[in-house]
């Protein structure tokens, strides 16, 4: 059993003490920390049975029974509380992005590989039963060589423009996700990158200087050509699909709903909308993510998503973002280059 400690209690830290108590069995939340600690916040830890909530989280990288900490603080203090915690001796779990700045990751990167301490990057979608089912398939050899990679990502509804403003725009905040899932499936690097993007949602996206719906077309190390599309809105529901194509066929998920459901009458055919919140679909991906850290931590074993997995999207969305600004394709080497890497 190691003890843990929450950095940040907003809407994801309280997801994942919940999915901590409940569903992962090697961990105790010791001690959370958020700088807007109230009076709410210390009644939601107090129904975790957590021991002490703290408005400075340095208290918690003291704490010598803390193991572990879980960074799900504002994205502007990730790599720097990664730092820190990293030399105080704790294994981290990030969520992403670990940072919008290139030179800032690699930092978090070149300490991570000194400390010989755990690094895990919150992309819980690798952990969906879905998505899962898919990787397994490519991996097995079940559809041959890949040819085209299809992710569908479409929010239910667009994000308050205050925090438009501050996400870093759509493609390191929303498509970032989209693009590791694109690494992930594949099993290979993305190398060059064409995106075109459009406000079609809200045009105080536009005025906040983003975007709301992207296509990216992207090519592989592999030869395989990846597609994303995007939208901050889709009036049905979190819409999450993907196809993963190749020489021998094909294999698809499509999304999950509340039931499978389908009533046929003299009106129609009609099955349930997909889930609307990203919290409803992947409840149970975000306890799995915890808990292969947690066993990576309990058996010293490798975490799935590593540090330098939390850099490559974050090169890949910088490129979307060039490509739209010049509108042509932009290599990863050229990313790279800007960022002296």
Request: net charge negative; proline share 3%; with cysteine.
């Amino acid at each position: 059993m190691i003890n843990v400690g929450i950095i940040g209690i907003g809407r994801i830290g309280r997801v994942h003490g919940e999915s901590i108590t409940k569903f992962v069995k090697n961990a105790k939340i010791k001690a959370v920390a958020d700088p807007y600690l109230n009076d709410d916040g210390k009644k939601w830890a107090a129904s975790l049975g957590i021991e002490n909530a703290y408005t400075d989280y340095k208290k918690i990288l003291e704490d010598k029974d803390i193991s572990a900490v879980l960074i799900c603080s504002s994205t502007d203090t990730h790599s720097s509380i990664s730092m820190e915690a990293i030399k105080a001796g704790k294994n981290v779990f990030c969520e992403k992005p670990i940072d919008h700045d290139v030179k800032k990751i690699k930092e978090v990167l070149d300490v991570v590989e000194k400390s010989g301490l755990k690094y895990q990057v919150g992309f819980n979608r690798r952990f969906d039963h879905n998505f899962k089912a898919i990787k397994d398939a490519v991996q097995a050899g079940k559809i041959g060589k890949q040819q085209i990679i299809k992710i569908t990502s479409r929010d239910p509804e667009a994000p308050p423009i205050e925090y438009v403003k501050v996400s870093g725009g759509i493609f390191l905040d929303m498509t970032i996700h989209d693009f590791d899932m694109v690494r992930y499936l594949s099993d290979s690097e993305v190398e060059e990158v064409y995106a075109v993007g459009s406000v079609t949602v809200d045009p105080e996206i536009g005025k906040a200087g983003d975007i709301d719906t992207a296509v990216i077309t992207m090519k592989l190390a592999n030869g395989a050509t990846a597609v994303i599309d995007n939208c901050r809105k889709a009036v049905y529901g979190y819409d999450q699909r993907a196809e993963v194509f190749g020489s021998k066929g094909s294999i698809a998920i499509g999304n999950d709903s509340d039931s499978l459901a389908v009533l046929s009458n003299e009106n129609g055919v009609t099955g349930e909308k997909p889930m609307y919140f990203f919290l409803q679909r992947y409840m149970m991906a975000y306890a799995a993510e915890i808990d292969s850290f947690v066993e990576a931590i309990v058996n010293d074993t490798a975490t799935i998503v590593n540090a330098n997995d939390g850099l490559q999207p974050v090169l890949i969305g910088l490129a979307a973002k060039k490509s739209v600004a010049k509108n042509r394709p932009v290599t990863i080497a050229e990313i790279k280059k800007d960022a002296g890497l």
